[in-house]
């Protein structure tokens, strides 16, 4: 009855459970074992499992069109356009399936601004431990430890700093620059936020300069930080805008977002297969509208200064380290290098935690998740953390 896995390519340690069936925070193995996921598909399930108005969406867009090809314009394809441009302050929107073909289109139509209007200025500034996907071009743009020599030749054309050093990025930027791109928070690197001093300060810096600022919201867009996006802690506007994850609320879905006089791209520079479809846009549409309301965005703050509070005060009693993030992004700094125990700890205990470094666990759950949820998601994890310090 069940399939065997042996035919998954191997790409990735998986404990394992096979997963079966979801619903809002919590998840379900073929044993019938229950989780609380506070992974949720790394920030992908805003709206948690299997949420009514995602299946809504499907249903009613499925039963009405599913792909018409991306050669013709489609209602939820315009629509969700609309509703990005009017969420982000910017202008014209590009969708496509994953977060690094987001940051991909992002790093080509910088290239063709540069091409154009900067002298063939193609260099782009980007951060040490940033993360920006795992196509070529976007591992070459990331500053993950390890990526530096792996699968040469490297695409050239990034200038890496440190994060927050603002003198480095402006040494940095040369007649070559084209672009600095970061993330908010650099969230796989392990939830260090960029900060809102240091963003307004790179983007009077990269306006100065001449050169454009890019935002990888793939993780902290979507209301996970509190606000649809990040960037808007910090009252600045980027000139592109990556979004992805939370986008589709489980569905393969993203989007490159521009400025009117950045967006450039000729007949033939840009485009996909499934750029657009009509299935994944209806999605969008409706995360969308759900997620920006004010109350929505109001509860996730609200929760994540509850989550903050709760995982300080465990944190203080364990003689573990700090607690960073915003919103409902957040991680919980070890006092060991066992996070990887910790995550498997929890998911014998059932609980779902990312160790996105050998000392911090990642918090990601449902913008959704109930009080009640972190309540039993701090029991569970204070059962996995073991003994406090002697
Ligand atoms: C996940 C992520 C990406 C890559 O998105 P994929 O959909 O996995 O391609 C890029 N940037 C950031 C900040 C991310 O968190």
């Not at 390890?146 to 490297?154: E, N, Q, S, T, V």
């Not at 300060?201 to 050169?211: C, F, K, P």
């Not at 993780?219 to 506007?237: E, K, L, P, S």
Request: hydrophobic share 45%.
């Amino acid at each position: 009855m069940s399939p065997a896995i042996d035919h998954v390519m191997n790409i990735t340690e998986r404990p394992s459970p096979v997963m079966v069936k979801g619903a809002g925070s919590w998840l379900w193995d073929r044993d019938g074992k229950r989780y609380l996921d506070f992974v949720q598909g790394w920030a992908v399930n805003c709206l948690g499992h299997s949420p009514r108005v995602v299946l809504d969406a499907l249903a009613a867009q499925g039963a009405r069109l599913i792909n018409c090809s991306p050669a013709y314009y489609n209602e939820p394809m315009a629509r969700l356009a609309e509703l990005l441009a009017e969420a982000s302050g910017l202008d014209q929107v590009f969708l496509c399936n994953s977060g690094a073909e987001a940051n991909e289109g992002a790093i080509k139509l910088a290239r063709k601004w540069g091409a154009r209007y900067r002298g063939g200025a193609y260099e782009i500034v980007t951060m040490h431990a940033s993360f920006h996907g795992r196509t070529l071009a976007t591992m070459a743009a990331s500053g993950k430890p390890g990526w530096d020599d792996i699968f040469p030749p490297k695409v050239p054309g990034f200038r890496k700093v440190p994060l927050g050093d603002l003198g480095a990025v402006a040494d940095a930027i040369t007649p070559a620059t084209v672009a600095v791109m970061l993330e908010p928070i650099q969230g796989e690197a392990g939830v260090f936020a960029a900060g809102d001093e240091y963003l307004r300060a790179l983007s009077a810096l990269t306006r100065e300069r001449g050169v454009l600022l890019v935002l990888d919201e793939i993780q902290t867009g979507v209301g996970r930080t509190g606000r649809f996006f990040g960037y808007q802690h910090a009252g600045v506007t980027p000139d592109i805008v990556t979004v992805g994850k939370g986008l589709g609320g489980g569905v393969p879905l993203a989007a490159l977002v521009s400025a009117g006089r950045v967006s450039c791209f000729e007949y033939g520079d840009q485009g996909g297969t499934f750029n657009g479809n009509p299935l994944m846009a209806a999605v969008g549409c409706a995360v969308l509208e759900t997620v920006a309301k004010k109350e929505f965005l109001d509860a996730v703050v609200a929760n994540g200064i509850y989550l903050m509070d709760r995982l300080r005060a465990l944190a203080a009693e364990l003689g573990h380290g700090e607690v960073r993030g915003r919103g409902l992004l957040q991680a919980l700094e070890l006092r060991a290098h066992d996070a990887k125990k910790v995550s498997a700890a929890a998911l014998d205990h059932g609980l779902l935690v990312n160790a996105p470094r050998p000392d911090t666990l990642r918090f990601m759950p449902a913008l959704t998740v109930s009080r009640e949820e972190i309540d039993e998601m701090l029991t569970i994890l204070r059962k996995s953390l073991g003994e406090p310090r002697a």
